[in-house]
């Protein structure tokens, strides 16, 4: 399998199903792409009609979307287990996941994905909204894990996948938490394969101007 994606530091679709392939050892390779502007619809172009990334080949299969490419690896590769295994609590993990891919556009627009940034912000009263609602998803469903770790549902899956950007975003902006919501955040955090993408990130030398704040 090969995932396409952006630059490290800054795509956080990217991070998404990388995170959910790593996290769980699945064999694949990675292929970068830069999000620099010029000839981007022809780069991306080449992997999907989409124009953008991440995009996931398996075999003849092109899946695009992060949301898309994550259900695909849970079903195919996973046995399920990207999602948890109540009905209830898969409900309530995908009206979550959904809620983050379709929502909180004053947080993407004013805390953008920079792995390398370390910043304060004035936060506008539509961001304020954005970052409780996030505090209170966290705080109501994170639940500790067999190994002690706390994650969305008590184990690692897609669910954090998608909140993994917000916890790079939270640490970059120094948004302040309520306690359990900073726990989760920093166990996030702590999760080795975030880890490693953070290395990834810090070790790229790009810088996109229009990406950064
Ligand atoms: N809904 C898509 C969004 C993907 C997306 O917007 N990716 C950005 C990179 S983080 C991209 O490809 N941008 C290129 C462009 O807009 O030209 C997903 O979840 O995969």
Known sequence: MQLIIGN??????????WLLLHAHGLDFSEV??????????????????????PVLIDEDNIIWDSLSICEYLSENYLVGAGWPESARQRAQARSICAEMHSGFSALRSELPMNCRAVKKMILSAELQNDIQRIDAIWSQYAS????????????????????APVAIRFNSYGIVLSEKAAEYQASLLEHLS?????????????VLPENEI
Do not use: M
Request: contains cysteine.
């Open 8 to 17: 490290k530091n800054y795509s956080s679709w990217s991070l998404r199903p």
């Open 32 to 53: 970068h792409e830069s999000l620099q502007k010029e000839n981007i619809q022809q780069r991306l172009g080449k992997y999907s009609d989409s124009c953008k990334v």
């Open 144 to 163: 500790t894990d067999s190994d002690g770790s706390l994650r969305l549902f008590g184990s690692f899956g897609i669910a954090d996948c998608f909140f």
């Open 194 to 206: 975030v880890v490693r993408w953070i290395e990834d990130a810090l070790a790229e030398s790009e």
